[in-house]
Structure formats: structure tokens, C-alpha cells
């Protein structure tokens, strides 16, 4: 049976803490649903109500389309171990890029990463969470350092021209590109 909440408790948070990778969707009013998985220290909970995730540079923004468009968001968490449980966020977002005012006080919670791209700011409006009990046993073996290794050896001004293009989604939506490369850790 599935339980609502308005803002994340402190299980919820702990649960949240704990888990290697969380699912984003997103979508506007015409063309395709987005569903990503998401990896690395990239998630943070920055108060009951504001969730927030660093995303890389990929093959696509379409997050950041969706947000523009729409701003709804679903924020998924499985737990892989015990307890058995599924969490979901339900809110509205929107992107913050390095050339946004409010973007050294929102990277600041974060650890930058080769391919930084943006932050995504979630204002959290309901918390789901439901058994999970079809959900299998998993163990995590280790992230891959590919996405992150790929952005380190770019070049700094190949990358920002590469994601200088980068202004519609795969549907024509429109997206504003980053201004900067961002070297991380």
C-alpha cells in the first residue's frame, strides 16, 4: 500500500543517503517521456521540501527541456537491499546553470564533477513510498568512471562548444547551454 507524505522524514532521508543510483522523469505536454537513471554523489536533500541532483553533461538534455516546459519532476528511489521499499518524489524543477546567480550557493553542496552541466533544483510537493517487495536484491560493484573520465579528457573549449549546440531536446524543445566547462574533482 502506498503512503503520501508533503515533505521527506528523516527515514526517508536516510534511505535516500544510502542508495547508488535514483531515476529521474520527466515530460511536457507533447512528445517523449524522459526516464533517466542517475549514478555518483550526485543527489542531495537540502531540506524536507528541496531535493536537488548535479547533472553531467550527456548525450541529451532533455531534463532540462521538460523542466522549462512543464517544471514537473519525478524523483525515483529503489531500495536494492533491506528494507524492501520504493520512494518517489513528486515536485516541480527547474535547471541552474554556472552563468545563474543562485549557482555558487547551490554548487556549493556539491562536490563538482568532470562535464558538470548544470544543477537541478526540485521543489518537493509529495513523497511516495510503497513496499518495493518486486523490487530484487541487488549489490553494487562499482560506479564507472567512463562519463567522468570522457569529460577529463576533453577539451575545455571543444567541450563548451559542443555543449554551446546543445539548445533543443530531441523533441525541439529549447534548452539554454551552459557557459563554462567545469573541471571537478
Known amino acids: 500500500m502506498a503512503d503520501f507524505t508533503e515533505a521527506l522524514t528523516e527515514k526517508h532521508i536516510a534511505m535516500i543517503a544510502a542508495q547508488p543510483v ?12 524522459n526516464l533517466s537513471p542517475k ?4 543527489f542531495r536533500v537540502l531540506s524536507p521540501t528541496r531535493v536537488a541532483y548535479l547533472d553531467l553533461g550527456g548525450s541529451g538534455n ?25 520512494l518517489r518524489l513528486y515536485g516541480r524543477g527547474r535547471p541552474v546553470l554556472p552563468q545563474d546567480p543562485e549557482w555558487d550557493a547551490l554548487a556549493a553542496q556539491f562536490t563538482l564533477m568532470p562535464g558538470t552541466r548544470q544543477i537541478f533544483d526540485i521543489a518537493v510537493e509529495s513523497v511516495q513510498s510503497s513496499c518495493g517487495w518486486g523490487v530484487p536484491f541487488m549489490t553494487l560493484e562499482g560506479e564507472r568512471e567512463t562519463l567522468k573520465k ?36
Not at 527541456?65 to 536494492?80: E, K, P, Q, S, W
Request: net charge negative; charged share 25%; hydrophobic share 40%.
Open 39 to 42: 549514478g555518483y554523489d550526485a
Open 150 to 185: 570522457a569529460h577529463r579528457q576533453s577539451d575545455p573549449d571543444q567541450w563548451e562548444a559542443k555543449m554551446a549546440k546543445r539548445t533543443r531536446s530531441i523533441d525541439g524543445l529549447p534548452t539554454r547551454a551552459t557557459d563554462r566547462y567545469i573541471a571537478g574533482e
Open 62 to 86: 532533455e531534463t532540462h527541456a521538460h523542466l522549462a516546459a512543464d517544471g514537473r519532476i519525478t524523483v525515483m528511489f529503489c531500495n536494492f537491499q533491506q528494507p524492501a521499499l520504493i
Open 22 to 33: 535514483f531515476f529521474v522523469a520527466t515530460a511536457a505536454a507533447e512528445g517523449r517521456i
